[in-house]
């Protein structure tokens, strides 16, 4: 059969822009499966997407006008309902045949075939293909109502309709027109009220005629681009808006690049359908406010694109991405330039104001602030904190770092009070460091304060010192001890508080800083921090740390087996040290010996567990009968000493394959020993032997887990 390329466009009014790539995607997800499904489009079909702030368009290459006939074969009945013992065909059989269209002369023709323990009827028969009418509608009213709408409109149709005026649709906006092209052939379906044809409309105020009619499903692209001056795609809209931002800042000089931000991007390619970059200027005066403030501004508030100087300090150009090219820019530039400058102006008034106060003469304000209804204000919370980052800050630095922490703990969350982190949440910690140097307050304390959410997200940047770490370190051990405490631990996929974010940040801070801090000593610290009688969650907090860190483990390109063997276990000694653990694993696993030690491990970690009681570690070398075991506790008086030292060194390595020496002695015990003697102080002077080489060999890692 011959096949035509597929168009299927929805006109909308404008979709929202933060969810207008989703929608896209998932429209021509969603119909070309469809249509794959049916038989109307190869399994490979090549899909393309277009998505526009006024439509939601999909091309799928290669479909039929209709799908292949189809052999069915369907199962009626038991052979024993179906047939009489003479082999007549039963009333049921008749009634069956019947609903499938088919009567008694289709029996001679069933085949007979083993369902289970029985043999049951089954009738052959060819389903003819769908047309492609009848086919994409089903595909069409699929893919509309898969779409991720992030809010519904109900609205009233006019026309076409039971009752017009009144006969209601919901969707994500009112849309307008349908298109559905099979080649040059307009294929008959209905959506949302309307009828399909091969009209659409292009630019609101750019078009070149209205409307744009499109001779079939391939010139879509390029007659929307020519009649109707709207780049369709969304993808080649965003390079083009790429291009012409690299393109304005080239013009503007001195190494000037736009900030970059691909969410901004996206958002402005899902505003524009035909983008035209223009340059813009502010006031010189406003760069006196910091410049996070008002490229925040800039960005969340009129989605425009800042430039950056070549050493990444903002300058007083912008650029704004235009839906219109008139031959006279200047009346856009002015507009956007009068419409900016309100807003720096209160992002300076803000400043200003807020620097009339101290940082400090604002804590008290703190404990006016709730934090949560069951662990109380601001204020106190910021006590918590400050106890935690004290007992961390003495353990890494003494009484120095102690104090600075200390007092970078009391000040971070005071700019929460502040008219800019009022407007710009997402200035906290920025305008604290900030305020903090305007107070006359140590850079190191600045650094602290600022830094002290970080890392905020997957990949983000630690603090810059040593007393940001502490606090920050504080701040999120506050969190999940709190918490956790009330009972908010996260469940399957919800996670209000950001819990996993806090504790991923814990295991980032201490690994990557490498602070000697031992799991355990941070969450004991932290409940230290609470009130007496406050709930103690700190097994459910380790646990939860260890799926984290299992996760961090992973992601750095260890295997399950060497995560489990140093993590699962719970043997690693410290956080800042996994890394080495882990390391000395994947060294150990790649000897030869390893295979056999790790199962002559997980061996003896089962017959230990099946001993009665608790076996000591201790060997009487005179009561040593075998000279297998003789000779396994000769090797181990001879390596174990020395991988000690190794581990107590911190060459987790050489320590593990120091062991590798033990193989050979070990398989040879097995073979030769019976550990579960018939005497019992020998049985007990083999298991003492077992358990001296299982801690020796387990004291790096658990690694029965490495065993296949």
């Not at 075991?629 to 390596?639: G, R, V």
Request: with cysteine; glycine share 8%; charged share 25%.
């Amino acid at each position: 059969m011959t096949t035509q390329n597929l168009l299927v466009e929805l006109f909308v009014e404008e979709l929202p822009p933060k969810a207008l790539k989703k929608l896209g995607d998932a429209f021509a997800t969603v119909l070309a499966d469809q249509l794959k499904a049916q038989g109307l489009a190869p399994a490979d079909a090549q899909v393309t997407a277009f998505a526009s702030p006024r439509r939601l368009a999909a091309q799928v290459a290669g479909v039929l006008a209709r799908a292949a006939d189809k052999a069915v074969s369907q199962k009626l009945m038991p052979v024993s309902v179906g047939l009489t013992a003479d082999g007549q065909p039963t009333p049921a059989l008749l009634k069956r045949l019947g609903a499938l269209g088919a009567d008694a002369s289709a029996v001679a023709g069933l085949k007979r075939a083993p369902d289970g323990k029985a043999e049951a009827l089954f009738y052959d028969s060819v389903a003819p293909g769908a047309e492609l009418a009848t086919g994409l509608q089903k595909a069409l009213d699929e893919a509309i109502a898969k779409l991720p709408i992030p809010k519904v409109m109900s609205y009233q149709l006019e026309t076409d309709c039971e009752l017009p005026g009144w006969s209601s649709v919901n969707f994500v906006r009112p849309a307008h027109g349908l298109v559905a092209l099979h080649g040059s052939r307009v294929v008959p379906v209905k959506a949302l009220g309307l009828t399909s044809g091969n009209t659409t409309q292009g630019h609101r105020f750019e078009a070149a005629v209205s409307p744009v009619v499109l001779k079939d499903a391939d010139s879509y692209a390029a007659t929307l681009a020519k009649d109707g001056a709207v780049i369709a795609s969304f993808a080649e809209r965003k390079a083009e808006i790429a291009r012409q931002l690299a393109a304005a800042a080239a013009k503007v000089g001195g190494g000037c690049r736009p900030i970059e931000d691909d969410a901004l991007l996206d958002e402005v390619t899902a505003l524009v359908e035909r983008p035209n970059v223009l340059i813009c200027e502010f006031e010189p005066q406003f760069l006196d406010v910091p410049q996070e403030c008002l490229i925040l501004t800039m960005k969340a508030n009129q989605k425009y694109f800042p430039l950056l100087d070549a050493q990444g300090k903002l300058t007083n150009r912008f650029l704004v991405v235009s839906n219109i090219s008139p031959a006279d820019a200047s009346a856009v530039i002015g507009g956007n330039e009068r419409v900016v400058r309100p807003r720096l102006a209160d992002a300076k008034f803000f400043f200003d104001q807020d620097r009339k106060k101290t940082l400090a003469s604002r804590v008290e304000g703190l404990s006016k602030v709730v934090y949560h209804n069951k662990l109380g204000t601001q204020g106190e919370r910021t006590e918590r904190v400050r106890a935690i980052a004290r007992a961390i800050g003495q353990q890494l630095g003494g009484d120095v770092l102690a104090a600075s922490a200390d007092t970078a703990a009391q000040l971070a969350k005071t700019d929460l009070l502040t008219d800019m982190v009022g407007e710009f949440p997402e200035l906290q910690g920025i305008m604290g460091g900030y305020y903090a140097r305007h107070d006359g307050l140590t850079e190191d304390i600045a650094f602290a304060i600022e830094d002290h959410y970080r890392p905020r997200f997957a990949g983000d940047e630690l603090p810059r010192n040593t007393t940001g770490v502490v606090v920050a370190l504080a701040d999120k051990l506050e969190t999940l001890m709190g918490l956790f405490g009330i009972g908010q631990r996260p469940t399957g996929d919800k996670d209000p508080f950001a819990l996993r974010r806090h504790a991923l940040g814990v295991i980032r801070l201490v690994i990557e800083c490498r602070l000697m801090l031992s799991a355990n000593t941070l969450v004991n610290t932290a409940f230290d921090a609470f009130p007496r009688g406050f709930s103690d969650a700190g097994t459910d907090v380790l646990e939860f740390m260890s799926e984290r860190l299992e996760g961090y483990c992973r992601e750095s390109g260890y295997s399950a087996a060497e995560v489990d063997a140093v993590v699962g276990s719970g043997r690693w000694i410290g956080l800042a040290v996994v890394p080495q653990l882990l390391a000395a694993v994947r060294a150990f696993a790649a000897l030869p010996e390893a295979p056999a030690l790790a199962a002559a491990n997980k061996r003896i970690g089962n017959i230990l567990k099946k001993s009665e009681g608790e076996v000591a570690a201790t060997v009487n070398a005179s009561a040593l009968v075998e000279p297998a075991e003789k000779d396994l506790f000769a090797a181990m008086q001879a390596t174990v000493p020395a991988a000690k030292a190794r581990f107590d060194a911190g060459d987790y390595t050489g320590s593990l394959q120091a062991l590798a020496a033990l193989r050979a002695p070990v398989d040879a015990f097995f073979d030769g020993v019976m550990v579960n003697a018939d005497d019992p102080a020998l049985k007990a002077n083999r298991l003492g032997l077992l358990k001296q080489l299982h801690e020796a060999m387990n004291r790096v890692a658990d690694l029965s887990r490495l065993a296949t």
